[in-house]
């Protein structure tokens, strides 16, 4: 059973950062593309970002283009989604999700879900 764990969430000042983090127990994880997406109240849950299995290839949604960074070490089966000048549209549960088949950016193309944390910007 492969399980992905998020932590790392919080409460921040908008222009602030935080780093999320995502362990993933079970499965290969090296042979995984793993992805972040995020759900704000009231909202469909939205792709954020991508990583390829090996980590040399990443893709990001436009809100987040040059703000976010996505990495992985696969010695520690772990994805990690740094988040720089964060805005208050940023306030949503985070999700991690592993191993894609298809489109990326629509959730049921994902195989795996963590339980997901919540990131609150302040203003």
């Known amino acids: 059973q492969v399980q992905p764990v998020e932590s790392g969430g919080g409460l921040v000042q908008a222009g602030g950062s935080l780093r999320l983090s995502c362990a993933v127990s079970g499965g290969t994880f090296s042979m995984y593309s793993m992805g972040w997406f995020r759900q704000a109240p009231g909202k469909e849950r939205e792709f954020v970002c991508r990583?390829?299995?090996?980590?040399?290839?990443?893709i990001y949604a436009d809100s987040v283009k040059g703000r976010f960074t996505i990495s992985r070490d696969n010695a520690k089966n772990t994805v990690y989604l740094q988040m720089n000048s964060l805005k208050l549209e940023d306030t949503a549960v985070y999700y991690c999700?592993?191993?894609?088949?298809?489109?990326?950016?629509?959730?049921?193309?994902?195989?795996?879900w963590g339980q997901g944390t919540q990131v609150t910007v302040s203003a």
């Open positions: 999700a592993a191993r894609n088949f298809g489109d990326y950016f629509r959730p049921d193309k994902w195989d795996y």
């Open positions: 990583i390829s299995s090996s980590g040399g290839t990443a």
